[in-house]
Antibody, heavy 120, light 108 residues
Framework: QAQLVQSGPELKKPGASVKISCKAS????????ISWVRQAPGQGLEWVGWISASQGNPNYAQKVQGRVTMTTDSSTDTAYMELRNLRSDDTAVYYC?????????????WGKGTAVTVSS | ETVMTQSPATVSVSLGGKATLSCRASQSVGINLAWYQQRPGQAPRLLIY???ARATDVPARFSGGGSGTEFTLTISSLQSEDFAVYYC??????????FGQGTKLQIK
């Protein structure tokens, strides 16, 4: 079955950057997109952005616009999300999820999440 | 921005009972509405898309309905593994990934 495997937990200082990876397997990577969703401790789900695995064309949430870059590498079937100038309110579990390949829609396969902690 | 509002925040139902969760959109989203289940310590799981279509391997006791601005998720014959937090998400309007705040379904 389709699977997404994410990189391990990260501890960063305010102002630093973090880059999370999400490796896909058991499906044709370029036929879909990848969305990123985060969840702060004890809070609900927040959509961060989406990227087409074949065309790029990322869409970002306004809250992180200017600080986030999403990319994909079809040679390794891996998606990446880099978040810069980290703040304490970026502390969250970040999930990657398989989405539609043309436009952000619903997410049918999820990674287990990557915990990012921002603390001085 | 389309704001998704879920009610109630918490609902208590007995094993074997039926739960009805609501989700309201601040503007029409057509039928571009998904429901997710999240158990403690786990990633979300897609249950329903297109307002009423069950995702792969989702039991028939989960059903979704509604269109426009009002949606429901009904879970019948509740089993222990169904007690979790449920989120709705619209994907019709920008920003397309907006989620509701969640409804916690707990055992009565």
């Amino acid at each position: 079955q389709a699977q997404l495997v994410q990189s391990g937990p990260e501890l960063k200082k305010p102002g630093a950057s973090v880059k999370i990876s999400c490796k896909a397997s058991n499906y044709t990577f370029t036929k879909f997109g990848i969305s990123w969703v985060r969840q702060a401790p004890g809070q609900g789900l927040e959509w961060v952005g989406w990227i087409s695995a074949s065309q790029g064309n990322p869409n970002y949430a306004q809250k992180v616009q200017g600080r986030v870059t999403m990319t994909t590498d079809s040679s390794t079937d891996t998606a990446y999300m880099e978040l810069r100038n980290l703040r304490s309110d970026d502390t969250a579990v970040y999930y990657c999820a398989r989405d539609d390949g043309q436009i952000s829609a619903y997410m049918d396969v999820w990674g287990k999440g990557t915990a990012v902690t921002v603390s001085s | 921005e389309t704001v998704m509002t879920q009610s109630p925040a918490t609902v208590s139902v007995s094993l074997g009972g039926k739960a009805t969760l609501s989700c309201r959109a601040s503007q029409s989203v057509g039928i571009n509405l998904a429901w997710y289940q999240q158990r403690p310590g786990q990633a979300p799981r897609l249950l329903i898309y297109g307002a009423s279509a069950r995702a792969t391997d989702v039991p028939a006791r989960f059903s979704g309905g509604g269109s426009g601005t009002e949606f429901t998720l009904t879970i019948s014959s509740l089993q222990s593994e169904d007690f979790a937090v449920y989120y709705c998400q619209q994907y019709n309007n920008w920003p397309r990934g907006s989620f509701g705040q969640g409804t916690k379904l707990q055992i009565k």
